[in-house]
């Protein structure tokens, strides 16, 4: 079993690396709906802002919204703070990733944290965060082409898909679990959260070209095949989850690979029709919830347990 603050750092890396690369495209598609200056722009900059709880939509522009979201150095979240975090993670365990995978990391810091940043961001946005997500998925191509799929990998995918899980339950519900008053029904908007996911062109794969709320939720819950769904996110997190547990003594009450069994279970089984009938809401904010709990776990397992429990007797 890797030490404490190994997995740690580990862990983390995959999460601010998933944050930043969510954060970059919420910006990015925000930005293309506001060009046509319609109300249905505007909606999927609520959607955008919404979904990251800022509930001040209106007070500044879409533009200066975007920049705060990948360049404010204040923001904890941003896409420059969570990539800074991301290399000092990797920075402390760099014996446990590859050479090229440190290489694309050490690309998109360079890139959010360049001086020029800023003045490449105003002249193009759209390019600099097609830019910026490109490098991100070329890291993680990198990380899983090039590192051994061991515990070291498992802990930053774990990482990956738990952040991944709860970013799209927290963007659905922006979506599906509000007030009827605020629910998305216009054509382009349902198309905006759509790219948001990533999922327009795998989802039209599946539907064609029916862009219907109820068939978004059926797609972005459920689709066992789509790597963005949160079915597919909860399956990798419990299978990454009983892999690593095999390599520590029982658990106990706190065991997180049971939480996450209880929660694949709960959407392997579970369907749109159910959904539709107890109200997406209950589901997306247990799922937001459940993942919080896993967190808690997976610390609690690896990271912070007591030491006479790795201790031999």
């Known amino acids: 079993m890797m030490l404490a603050r190994v997995a740690d750092s580990l862990y983390w890396l995959g999460r601010y690396i998933e944050r930043a690369e969510h954060l970059s495209r919420l910006s990015s598609v925000m930005l293309n709906a ?21 509930d001040g939509a209106g007070k500044v522009s879409p ?13 904890p979240n941003s896409v420059v703070s969570s990539l800074t975090m991301a290399r000092e993670n990797a920075r402390q365990v760099r014996d446990q990733i590859t050479t090229e995978t440190w290489e694309r990391l050490n690309v998109l ?28 998925h070329l890291f993680k ?17 774990l990482g990956m898909y738990l952040e991944r899980a709860q970013l799209v339950s927290s963007l659905l519900e922006v979506c599906f679990a509000q007030a009827p008053s605020r629910e998305i029904h216009d054509h382009l908007a349902l198309v905006s959260l759509l790219r948001m996911a990533c999922a327009l062109e795998p989802y039209l794969r599946v539907y064609t070209a029916e862009i219907e709320p109820r068939h978004i939720l059926e797609f972005l819950v459920f689709d066992e095949d789509f790597p963005r769904s949160i079915r597919f996110a909860t399956s990798r997190i419990e299978e990454h989850l009983t892999a690593l547990a095999r390599h ?4 106990g009450r706190a065991a997180p690979e049971r939480l996450a069994g209880k929660l694949k279970a709960r959407l392997q089984y579970a369907d749109v029709d159910e959904l539709e009938t107890i109200g997406a809401g209950a589901l997306l904010t247990t799922v937001v919830n ?11 397992t690896f990271v912070s347990y007591p030491l006479e429990l790795r201790l031999p007797a």
């Open 34 to 54: 506001t060009l046509d200056q319609t109300d249905s722009g505007m909606q999927a900059v609520w959607i955008a802002l919404s979904a990251v709880g800022d």
């Open 141 to 157: 191509g990198a990380a899983d082409a090039t590192m051994s799929h061991g515990e070291s990998w498992r802990f930053m995918m």
């Open 109 to 136: 810091y360079l890139r959010v944290t360049d001086p020029g940043a800023e003045a490449e961001f105003a002249d193009n946005s759209v390019s600099y965060l097609h830019d910026v997500i490109a490098d991100v």
């Open 63 to 75: 533009f200066e919204a975007a920049r705060a979201l990948v360049l404010d150095r204040s923001d």
């Open 290 to 300: 459940e993942c919080a709990r896993i967190h808690e776990a997976i610390y609690e």
């Open 248 to 251: 520590v003594e029982a658990a």
